[in-house]
């Protein structure tokens, strides 16, 4: 793993800087006299000098004067040195060239001479004793005496290094170089009831929060793995952001989120790649390109590499602290570029950045500004703190005016605490009696962070009971919010405003903005079919082989509301003057309009024929698969065929590939969520409303519901299970029409969900009431894992209701998926993500051979890894991710050292990849296996899941990787497939696949 970044001085030293060993030369204030050298050592009275020659006071001269001569443009190249020399009549300039961020080789017996800065705002001088400072320039050598003062006026827009060959060293410690004076009694990892940030959080004279106190939060939260106390660091720092700057609580959220807006949103990506890294770091720290190779080597994180080449930078002049709030704008202004020059003017920004950070905070400017930080808080985590914190803060610290369901008390609180203290004393005094855990500190060097885990709920009080159940609804709300309308900027606003009692009501589904996808069960077999439904009433629709999408329609002059400026496409009706908005996104809520124009047509006549109806269309969201089809037959082509039409700027006179929509669900109808509908209920007024329509129009698409059966007999099922196979589509979806209840068996689950191994952080159930909104909810939180085939439940029966309202993020038992694949004798189809992989052996060698590859454990937020493959690739592929993987240290995709994100147990593969894409993998067997790590705590097992015989059958564009197939299936799976009796049979099995993988 990584190297985790040195932590602050007592969790916290953005509050208590460490005091600073570095001399520091103060802002001169009066004009400084410049000096030549004029010969050789000379004799004075303080010893031996060397005799100089005034020339009299040194200023900047920004006028660009000589750039507009040179016809060159007025960007930012420096600010001309100029030495103005009285001469009779008036003054004489002496122009002796640009102030230049470039390094002298350093002698071998000193140390490489840092780079100081000089910033745009004026702050006042050092108190410490003045230093000199040799600029390097043209001929002739000046040297500046910083005690005549010189008065350097630096350019507002421009930033201007000086270098200074005094040595320096740099603190590793965020915010005890620039940041401002603070002051805390309690770092963030207090517990959550001790911690109070009125009372132990000061920004001192800043009433922003400072960028300084994020890194630092940033840093105690790298150097851990536990989710727990990822949360825990996180819920603290949002609840200081919320009660002393709540209007800088949106930028933060962003900045933890490696986002700066929504993914669907245009302007949300920074696009900074290492051309413009490397130059910025290069003029920042005066690293040279040869020393940064040789940290790209060393380290490959662009963050680390940053902050080692600024590790010598001095700063003459503390620059005015960067604050979040800013920084975000910043981040906001370089996605927002576009056209000539934009590299420049990045870099200009980057650089901006840069000069302003010192410490830990370069190393994490530079993460955020790659989208990487390598802190493994995903955004389960992020929904889950920053519902708690707004449990224990509100700004101002307002607490609710009516009784909330939510809301923390103060009494409660305060009770709360006492508990924390009692169970901290209790930990303290164990430590203490162990001594263990004193030297596994001492040997580290640091302070460890500390191991988190829910106490159980037999040990638990009637009050901690209460305020347990007070958290579990505010995070199920939250995210039950966030499936339905995933946007940060919306939900910060409406829980600042109304707090979380009326965040459901502030912010619910919309035109405009997608929701994320429901998702259906893996079913094994048609008989598996009764086996979870028995005789309850569904219907079977084709499973197409398209792409999924997600139409939203508005009718009227406007757009909606809470949709960015320029989104979506207007489409006009010549003949009735009728106006639509129309917006299309894909399954992982990419905006893909631009793609399909040829839906435009389309959706003007369904408005057409709908005003002749009783029921007009004002606005509506539609679910729906849009698939390639041959515009003289009608047959289905395949996905492929869909995948060449281009992703952007698609005209309609250009489209070779007709297609299809072929609608199966409605989740929003004339101002109206029909999301808490019975299928049954949805399907109908789909089904009314949305008939078939056919374009005149040729280059129009063609408008259809998807094939169903909605006769239950097995035969007939079958029948058209076949049918859907030959029409080439993948098989078919059954979908419960009705609520209802079904005998369940909690196979090998706890007292809360899955129970940790191997000494993992127990999981929290976060549902309520019946929400399924636990991290797991997507993979079937709601719904029992399936009986095996050798009958082994060990657990206990149950009933269990199985809604039929349309549950966004989730994977429900009241969907199911029957796939030709998983009736094949070669096994399942699996999903998963590549996240390493080794320099092949003979004919591969130079390429990369096997692949680890990973399913996505929704428990952690990690990437496990299930097996290796080798099987199924050309070499045509093998060359491509040969060159899309490529090991050079600027490739953002990979590293040497595996991504936070990533669990890989013993395995040591040659590179490591950003998890970035999904790989579609047809095995044949499932196995327990002591090697990969995959769904252990889901199966409560010292083993992960792996699968015998891989083969790679084509890379799932259509599917981001939070998609891919989860822990939580793997190990459905594995007992579906019935586990072997006895540790015997495991361990053939085990052996079989390590012979396998041999």
């Not at 949106?250 to 900074?272: A, M, Q, W």
């Not at 589904?509 to 009433?537: A, H, K, Q, W």
């Not at 299809?660 to 929003?668: K, P, S, T």
């Not at 329509?693 to 006769?711: G, M, N, S, V």
């Amino acid at each position: 793993m990584a190297k985790s970044p040195a932590k602050p001085q007592n969790l916290d030293s953005f509050f208590k800087p460490p005091p600073s060993n570095k001399r520091t030369a103060p802002l001169p204030s009066t004009p400084s006299k410049a000096r030549k050298t004029i010969g050789g050592d000379v004799k004075d009275g303080k010893g031996k000098g060397r005799a100089v020659q005034d020339l009299g006071k040194v200023v900047l001269d920004d006028s660009d004067e000589d750039e507009r001569m040179n016809g060159q443009d007025e960007e930012d190249d420096g600010d001309d040195l100029v030495i103005v020399e009285p001469d009779g009549a008036g003054e004489k300039q002496i122009r002796l060239g640009k102030v230049k961020e470039e390094v002298d080789e350093p002698k071998p017996a000193k140390p490489p001479p840092p780079v100081a800065s000089i910033f745009q705002k004026r702050t006042p001088a050092s108190p410490k004793s003045p230093a000199k400072v040799n600029t390097l320039l043209s001929s002739p050598k000046v040297e500046v005496d910083a005690d005549t003062k010189p008065d350097i006026k630096p350019s507002p827009t421009k930033n201007i290094a000086i270098f200074d060959t005094a040595a320096a060293s740099s603190s590793t410690a965020a915010g005890s170089e620039a940041g401002p004076s603070s002051s805390t009694s309690k770092p963030l990892d207090t517990p959550l009831f001790t911690f109070s940030p009125t009372q132990d959080v000061s920004f001192g004279s800043h009433t922003r929060v400072p960028f300084s106190f994020l890194s630092d939060a940033l840093v105690l939260i790298s150097s851990t793995k536990s989710r727990l106390f990822i949360q825990l660091v996180l819920t603290n720092l949002l609840r200081t952001v919320i009660e002393l700057d709540p209007e800088s609580l949106l930028s933060v959220v962003y900045l933890c989120s490696n986002r700066i807006g929504p993914s669907y949103e245009k302007d949300t990506e920074l696009g900074i790649g290492w051309q413009v890294l490397s130059k910025a770091i290069k003029e920042t720290s005066g690293a040279t390109a040869q020393k940064l190779k040789q940290l790209s080597n060393k380290h490959g994180d662009p963050g680390d590499i940053a902050f080692e080449a600024s590790k010598s930078v001095r700063l003459l002049v503390k620059p005015t602290p960067l604050e979040c709030h800013g920084v975000y704008k910043i981040l906001t202004q370089i996605a927002k570029l576009k056209g000539t020059g934009v590299l420049n003017q990045k870099t200009s920004l980057v650089k901006k950045l840069l000069l302003s950070s010192s410490g830990e905070q370069v190393r994490y400017i530079v993460r955020i500004l790659v989208s990487n930080l390598r802190i493994g808080a995903v955004r389960l985590t992020l929904l889950t703190a920053l519902a708690r914190a707004f449990c224990l803060s509100r700004p101002g610290r307002k607490e609710p005016s009516e009784e909330s369901e939510y809301w923390i008390t103060a009494k409660e609180r305060k009770e709360m605490a006492k508990v924390d203290r009692e169970e901290e004393e209790k930990a303290s005094a164990k430590k203490a009696k162990g001594g263990k855990g004193k030297a596994k500190e001492e040997e580290g060097g640091g302070k460890a962070a500390p191991k988190i885990k829910n106490k159980p709920k037999a040990q638990k009080g009637q009050l901690e009971l209460e305020v347990d159940e007070k958290l579990k609804r505010a995070e199920a709300c939250v995210r039950r919010v966030w499936a339905r309308h995933p946007n940060f900027g919306h939900l910060v606003e409406a829980l600042l405003e109304g707090g979380l009692e009326e965040l459901e009501e502030r912010v619910g589904l919309s035109v405009g903005v997608p929701l994320e996808p429901m998702l259906g069960s893996i079913t094994r077999s048609l008989d598996d079919i009764y086996t979870r439904l028995g005789s309850r009433p569904f219907v079977s629709e084709a499973k197409l082989d398209g792409q999924r999408g997600q139409i939203h329609v508005w009718v009227g002059d406007s757009r909606p509301g809470g949709v960015a400026e320029g989104s979506g496409k207007w489409f006009v009706d010549e003949e009735s003057g009728r106006r639509a908005w129309v917006r299309m996104f894909s399954r992982h809520l990419e905006d893909m309009t631009e793609k399909y124009p040829d839906i435009g047509g389309t959706i003007l006549g369904i408005l057409a024929r709908a005003e002749m109806s009783e029921t007009p269309l004002r606005n509506f969201v539609i679910d729906c698969e849009v698939v390639a089809i041959d515009p003289k037959t009608g047959a289905f082509k395949t996905f492929q065929e869909l995948s060449y039409r281009s992703k952007k700027d698609v005209e309609l006179g250009d489209i070779k590939v007709r297609v299809g929509i072929y609608c199966f669900d409605l989740m929003f109808l004339n101002d109206e969520s029909l999301l808490s509908r019975p299928f049954r209920s949805r399907r109908d007024t789909l089904r009314s409303l949305f008939p078939p329509l056919q374009p005149t129009d040729p280059r129009f698409a063609k408008w259809e519901l998807i094939p169903c059966c909605t006769d239950n007999d097995p035969e007939k099922v079958r029948e058209f299970f076949e049918e859907t196979l030959k029409m080439k589509a993948e098989g078919i979806m059954v979908k419960l029409l009705d609520e209802a209840e079904v005998e369940v068996t909690d196979a090998g689950e706890g007292e809360n969900g899955a129970s940790g191994a191997d000494g993992q952080d127990e999981e929290i159930d976060y549902a309520s009431g019946g929400e399924a909104s636990s991290s797991r909810s997507r993979s079937s939180s709601n719904s029992p894992r399936p009986q095996p085939k050798n009958g082994k439940t060990g657990g206990k029966s149950r009933r269990k209701v199985l809604p039929a309202s349309y549950e966004p993020d989730k994977r429900a038992d009241s969907w199911l998926k029957v796939k030709k694949d998983y009736l094949d004798e070669v096994g399942d189809s699996l999903d998963l993500v590549p996240i390493a992989a080794w320099w092949g052996q003979g004919r591969k060698a130079g390429w990369w051979s096997p692949f680890l590859l990973a399913c996505y454990d929704e428990e952690t937020g990690a990437y496990t890894a299930v097996t290796k493959c080798l099987s199924g690739f050309t070499d045509a592929f093998y060359k491509e991710m040969r060159e899309k993987y490529n090991p050079e240290p600027e490739n953002p995709l990979t590293s040497k050292t595996p991504w936070p994100e990533v669990e890989a147990g013993s395995l040591s593969p040659d590179i490591w990849f950003k998890p970035s894409e999904v790989w579609e993998i047809r095995g044949a067997d499932f196995t327990l296996s002591p090697v990969y790590p995959a769904a252990r705590s889901q199966l409560g097992n010292e083993r992960g899941v792996s699968i015998r015989f891989p083969r790679f059958i084509k890379i799932r564009e259509d599917k981001g990787i939070e998609q891919a197939t989860s822990a939580e299936q793997l190990a459905q799976l594995y007992e579906m497939q019935g586990a072997p009796a006895g540790d015997g049979g495991a361990s053939k099995r085990v052996q079989g696949d390590e012979a396998d993988e041999a």
